[in-house]
């Protein structure tokens, strides 16, 4: 990576801040970019943070990506089109985050706006999506809220008996993934990157309860009443809110194989349990201390 010319989109966000220090810490030359730039003062020798909004259009982007090697988008896959606009010569690697959300059985906005996205990849060609499944660690907003709940509530209640699947993905194995695909130069279909193996969400629960030293039983409710209580956190102060569409989404698979992403990235995930371990090293689970 040394000397590579690395424009990150969205780096002050949780998988970019990781993305951008990583990326430094092989000497690679780092063009931070986002909203605002406050979180990214003090980047050290080689980081250059630079305020864009996204949402201005490919305009504003243009001149502050010229020059790039490669460019990552962290920030969401809606902005495919405008960065794929403002990188007109096709010369640079582009890097971007997708989501499994596209997969989803509930189509929404987000899911089109990820099928858009790996649409837009393949007609540019010099580049590759990578589609993660739900990612924790660092400052997340997944399974970090899980262990806010297993403090907070001694029961937690799941439709179908919380027997669907899911696959979490630590943000470093995240980052580990965009680094080899830059390394490696990979193009092609997308990848998915998920997490070592699926688990369903009453496994999930209690393996995090169990990470934060507590105990917490699990019980089946039925969808509607479960979206009731969904709705009733928007106005407990101190729990984690909970949208309709995340309960409705509670009654999917979102399980996916990862040999794609062994064989064609050379990554192999962390369980959740190892990525539990690194979250309780680094003081991220709530009321536990770094180790």
């Not at 040394?2 to 092989?26: D, F, P, S």
Request: glycine share 10%.
């Amino acid at each position: 990576m040394k000397g590579l010319r690395v424009a990150v989109i969205g780096a002050t966000g949780n998988v970019g801040r990781a993305l951008t220090a990583a990326l430094l810490a092989q000497g690679a030359e780092v063009t931070a970019i986002a909203r605002t730039v406050s979180w990214l003062q003090g980047l050290g020798e080689g980081g250059r943070p630079v305020a864009v909004d996204v949402e201005g259009g490919a305009d504003q982007l243009r001149a502050v990506l010229a020059g790039a090697d490669c460019v990552i988008n962290a920030a969401h896959a809606r902005f495919t089109s405008v960065i794929l606009a403002a990188l007109q010569d096709k010369l640079a690697y582009l890097v971007t985050l997708g989501s499994t959300r596209k997969f989803t059985r509930f189509p929404d906005e987000k899911a089109a706006q990820v099928m858009a996205a790996d649409a837009a990849h393949r007609e540019y060609g010099n580049g590759i999506i990578l589609h993660p499944t739900m990612i924790y660690g660092g400052a997340d907003n997944n399974i970090s809220r899980v262990l806010k709940f297993t403090r907070w509530a001694p029961v937690i209640a799941l439709p179908n008996r919380g027997k669907a699947l899911l696959q979490p993905i630590h943000r470093d194995d995240v980052v580990r993934c965009v680094l080899a695909a830059i390394e490696k130069s990979v193009t092609g279909a997308p990848i998915i990157i998920a997490g070592a193996e699926p688990l369903d969400y009453a496994q999930l629960i209690r393996v995090c309860a169990h990470a934060a030293g507590r105990s917490v039983r699990v019980v089946s409710a039925p969808l509607w009443g479960i979206q009731a209580l969904a709705w009733l956190t928007n106005f407990v102060p101190g729990v984690p809110a909970i949208g309709g569409d995340e309960v409705r989404r509670l009654l999917e698979d979102k399980a996916f194989d990862i040999a794609p992403m062994q064989a064609r990235l050379g990554v192999t995930p962390c369980t959740l349990e190892e990525g539990l371990a690194r979250m309780a090293a680094a003081g991220e689970i709530p009321g536990r201390h770094a180790v």
